[in-house]
């Protein structure tokens, strides 16, 4: 197992390319703007993440360089999920923040367009990222929040080798209102194989991206 280092995450972060089966895990691209306005279709993806609630071509670029922010103050890395045999063809997000990385850890979030969702596009997502994070940059903990009626996303997380810690009450603020949260938990040391992949129809809740 390759050993943690705290100066693996020195800023900047190259965010890589990852080839993930059906999909592929790669940088923003200003061409981008048709996944943001896409997007904006869906009112909860702007509610847990920075995507626009309502859509302009200079909102969408804004929130595109907030990607590249993100790696170039060493905050964590965002990626495109992207069909693998159209890599411009965006389909969602999927996200690794450091901000507790000095602690062993990290949290994921992902996210897809509506009109790509039941089509196993999250699980393969999520494992790759989940590869990277384990071996390349081997961090001992990975988290990531769902809403307890995102019962798409716990099942999305759950074949990724992730499992139900527990219950925070009251975890994330949104709209005015505190909601609770379930905390799903994989460790590098007790890693398995991924245990198979199904429709998606959710978002994990992806904090400040």
Not at 86 to 112: F, K, M, N, Q
């Amino acid at each position: 197992m390759k050993p943690f280092d705290l100066l693996t995450f020195e800023a900047p972060l190259n965010v890589p390319e990852l080839a993930c089966g059906p999909v592929v895990l790669r940088p923003f691209r200003p061409s981008d703007l048709h996944l943001v306005r896409e997007a904006t279709a869906d009112p909860y993806i702007a509610t847990i993440t920075s995507v626009p609630a309502v859509y302009s071509d200079d909102e969408g670029r804004a929130y595109i360089e907030r990607q590249h922010d993100r790696a170039r103050d060493g905050h964590g890395y965002s990626f495109v999920i992207a069909d693998s045999a159209e890599p411009d063809h965006a389909l969602g997000s999927v996200g690794l923040w450091l901000r507790e990385i000095e602690s062993g850890r990290a949290s994921v979030g992902y996210w897809l367009v509506p009109s790509v969702r039941g089509n196993h596009v999250a699980t393969q997502a999520l494992l790759g990222l989940v590869d990277f994070a384990f071996d390349v940059l081997a961090i001992p903990r990975l988290q990531l929040f769902v809403e307890p009626w995102n019962t798409a996303s716990a099942r999305t997380a759950e074949r990724a080798g992730f499992t139900r810690e527990g219950l925070l009450r009251g975890w994330e603020r949104i709209h005015g209102q505190q909601h609770d949260a379930y905390a799903y938990v994989l460790l590098h040391e007790d890693r398995n194989g991924p245990t198979g992949s199904e429709s998606v129809s959710g978002s994990a809740m992806e904090s400040a991206s």
